[in-house]
């Protein structure tokens, strides 16, 4: 058993139990290769999704699963299998979305691009009729809110008392920009207690955006009200201080961007890193991405890609003029050409030593829950740069991305 944290260790321990005495029990088979594949032990969580698959060949999402897991320039035998299955018109074609977006990484693999990029349209199609089309409208809403809440604020002159005080760091960017990369390099850091994609602070301002008692509460004459920002701070400062371990907290919800004016109200020493990637490589990659239930509704469309990139670009730009030295941005093709210098730079903006472990982040066992599971327990690699000049199926949208 691999060394986890003890949660990991006793629902692994519980599940191969049930194992021994039920071998044929399909849902704890995918139970435990889900475990496995959380905690990185990739040669165990091969051994139970096989098996889940021979069990149970048609369960697509096993398939789809599978596919993250083997090397298609060395074994083309489940892409058979997947094809095969592809053209079974006894399967909804919905139920071969996670089918398609395995075909694409497997022709991936073998860079075949074009053939990659027809099955990562078919699924992206058939996954977008599914959500009626989904809009993007609460987060132009929220764009417009944050802007006008935030437009006269001048944090400069705000010095609030009762703050919670504990270090906090924020990881924020796109998906698929790098924030897992950087996360599991910071939590491989001793004095860090990683969180991953936290819903902390990102469920609390959701639900308060838009909440005509909150936002009133906010400001008192046209003020900010400093007792009210002060019991909002200790509030969420509490529910991160549960998790930390007496350890410095590390949040990477990647879409706390939105949030940057209400961190630096409540959290005014906390770290905010912002994770930079060529927007090209960037929107590529999503569109390669089946997302879990919570998901990245608009991921599925091209135009609702570039309208959200859009939308946080303009977030961005927005925070960066109101608060320009809080936000540390860094760029992901310069970690991936000189890991070493640039976790030096992040280690010292967040006030912290050396230590050699960050390096060697892909031995770190900690569970990773996000789309980029696989990728975080290798080395760095520099395959990821200009992936986008492979897809010339692509290359319209990536001149509509330019052109934005």
């Not at 075949?112 to 809403?141: A, M, V």
């Not at 270090?167 to 920009?177: A, D, H, Q």
Request: hydrophobic share 35%.
């Amino acid at each position: 058993m691999i060394k986890q944290n003890k949660n990991i260790d006793i629902n692994l321990s519980n599940l191969e139990k049930i194992y021994r005495e039920d071998p044929n029990n399909i849902p704890n088979i995918i139970n435990l290769a889900n475990i496995y594949i959380a905690s990185g032990n990739f040669i165990q969580a091969l051994k139970f999704t096989k098996l889940a698959s021979k069990n149970s060949p048609k369960n697509l999402g096993i398939d789809f699963t599978l596919s993250n897991l083997i090397d298609y320039n060395k074994d083309d035998n489940h892409q058979k299998m997947m094809l095969e299955k592809s053209e079974d018109n006894s399967i909804k074609e919905e139920d071969k979305i996670p089918l398609y977006f395995a075909l694409g990484k497997s022709f991936n693999d073998q860079k075949k691009y074009s053939k990659s990029f027809h099955f990562y349209s078919l699924g992206n199609k058939i996954k977008n009729s599914t959500l009626n089309n989904y809009s993007l409208e609460i987060e132009e809403i929220y764009e417009k809110k944050i802007k006008e809440i935030f437009s006269n604020i001048n944090f400069s002159q705000i010095n609030i008392k009762k703050l919670f005080n504990k270090k906090l760091i924020f990881i924020v960017g796109l998906p698929r920009s790098g924030t897992s990369l950087v996360h599991q390099i910071l939590a491989s850091h001793s004095k860090i207690k990683g969180l991953g994609e936290s819903e902390i602070l990102n469920g609390f301002f959701n639900n308060k955006i838009l909440d005509s008692k909150f936002l009133n509460r906010l400001t008192k004459n046209n003020l900010i009200n400093y007792e009210f920002i002060s019991e909002v701070s200790n509030y969420i400062g509490l529910n991160y201080e549960k998790n930390s371990n007496n350890k410095i907290i590390l949040d990477k919800s990647p879409f706390n961007f939105f949030w940057l004016g209400f961190i630096k109200l409540i959290f005014p020493n906390a770290k905010i890193l912002h994770i930079v990637r060529d927007q090209e490589d960037t929107c590529l990659s999503i569109y390669k991405s089946l997302f879990g239930k919570r998901g990245v509704l608009w991921s599925y469309d091209k135009k609702n890609i570039i309208k959200f990139v859009k939308i946080y670009n303009n977030i961005i730009k927005f925070w960066s003029e109101k608060i320009p030295n809080y936000i540390y941005d860094l760029k992901y093709e310069q970690l991936i050409q000189n890991q070493k210098k640039e976790t030096k730079k992040i280690l010292s903006f967040c006030d912290l030593e050396w230590e050699d472990g960050c390096l060697e982040f892909y031995k770190n066992t900690l569970p990773i829950k996000s789309a980029s599971l696989y990728q975080t327990r290798k080395p760095i690699y520099k395959s990821s740069i200009k992936q986008n000049l492979k897809y010339s199926n692509f290359i319209n949208f990536v001149k509509e991305i330019k052109n934005r």
